[in-house]
């Protein structure tokens, strides 16, 4: 997954601000499958990893631009149906529904990024909505030093084993066990696989 500063535009869509009252932060990343954003929940102040076609923040952008309405107020659900998706993003769209269904099959497993919600927006693309793990990914930790200490190597490699166990244990073989989807978290020390 490849990753990048600030997003630039509006929230990712109506829904996203309107119905859970999230603002979106920053994009985080991007992969084969979409999107991630930085999403916060301005009352608490919890954040979440939102993952989405990157095609759908696009079209919202577009939207929002192109609109009559003044640019301080979002485009009505009706505007945003006018358009539909390509057959490139229903098939991206159809593995991201896959991608929940997973983790859904997976939940409360040990180090599996677990799911907090799946939602569609106002034109259907699915949002999966996950825990924002603000310790970065193994790949970061090896680009700034690509010797890990022993311990550290030690507890990756058994968290690792212990989610790979679980989800054989279920049914499930990972396919892309990766250094960018060994994703940690620092209040937890807790490590987790994306499950994509």
């Known amino acids: 997954m490849g990753t990048s500063g600030d997003a630039?535009?509006?929230d990712c869509c109506e829904m996203v601000k309107q119905d859970l009252g999230l603002e979106t932060v920053k994009q985080l990343g991007w992969g084969g499958?979409?999107?991630v954003l930085l999403c916060r929940d301005p009352a608490s102040?919890?954040?979440?990893?939102?993952?989405?076609l990157a095609s759908h923040r696009e079209r919202q952008h577009k939207i929002l631009l192109t609109s009559s309405s003044s640019s301080s107020t979002l485009?009505?659900?009706s505007e945003k149906r006018k358009l539909k998706m390509r057959p490139k993003e229903a098939v991206e769209n159809a593995n991201l529904l896959r991608e929940?269904?997973?983790l859904h099959h997976l939940r409360g497993l040990p180090g599996i990024l677990?799911?907090?919600t799946k939602v569609e927006g106002d034109d259907g693309c699915v949002h999966l909505f996950t825990p924002f793990c603000d310790a970065g990914d193994l790949l970061d930790?090896?680009?700034a030093c690509p010797i890990l200490h022993e311990r550290e190597a030690a507890h990756v490699v058994a968290s690792l084993a212990r989610a790979l166990i679980s989800c054989h244990a279920r049914g499930v073989v990972h396919r892309d066990i990766k250094p960018g989807n060994v994703l940690f978290r620092r209040?937890?020390?807790t490590i987790f696989i994306r499950a994509t």
């Open 8 to 10: 630039e535009g509006p």
């Open 33 to 35: 499958q979409g999107l």
């Open 45 to 52: 102040g919890n954040r979440f990893a939102c993952k989405v």
């Open 75 to 77: 485009p009505k659900k």
């Open 100 to 102: 929940a269904e997973l």
């Open 114 to 116: 677990p799911l907090i």
């Open 141 to 143: 930790r090896l680009d």
């Open 187 to 189: 209040c937890t020390r």
